[in-house]
Nanobody, 119 residues
Framework: QVQLVESGGGLVQPGGSLRLSCAAS????????MGWYRQAPGKQRELVAT????????NYSDSVKGRFTISRDNAKNTVYLEMTNLKPEDTAVYYC????????????WGRGTQVTVSS
């Protein structure tokens, strides 16, 4: 059974930082592209960042570029999202995603972790 379990969310003041983690099990983690997505109330889920299996290709949305960093540890089956200089508009539920390129049947999602940026 595939499981993606996010952790590290919480309440933080504007300008603050958080580090999200996503621990994967039930998949061969090292061959999957991993990603973080987010969904704010009343909005569609949007891509935040992705990282390919070996970490050689990383992609960020324009809204987080320069503030967020995605990384992975294939030995620990874990992907991370380091978030700095957080803004109120970063408030959302953050979801972990695992997928194989061109194999949509092999796409998995975590349950999400809430990030709230507020003073």
């Amino acid at each position: 059974q595939v499981q993606l379990v996010e952790s590290g969310g919480g309440l933080v003041q504007p300008g603050g930082s958080l580090r999200l983690s996503c621990a994967a099990s039930g998949i061969t983690f090292s061959i999957y592209t991993m990603g973080w997505y987010r969904q704010a109330p009343g909005k569609q889920r949007e891509l935040v960042a992705t990282i390919t299996s070996g970490g050689g290709r990383i992609n960020y949305s324009d809204s987080v570029k320069g503030r967020f960093t995605i990384s992975r540890d294939n030995a620990k089956n874990t992907v991370y999202l380091e978030m700095t200089n957080l803004k109120p508009e970063d408030t959302a539920v953050y979801y972990c995603n695992a997928n194989l390129e061109n194999r949509p049947a092999y796409t998995y999602w975590g349950r999400g972790t809430q990030v709230t940026v507020s003073s």
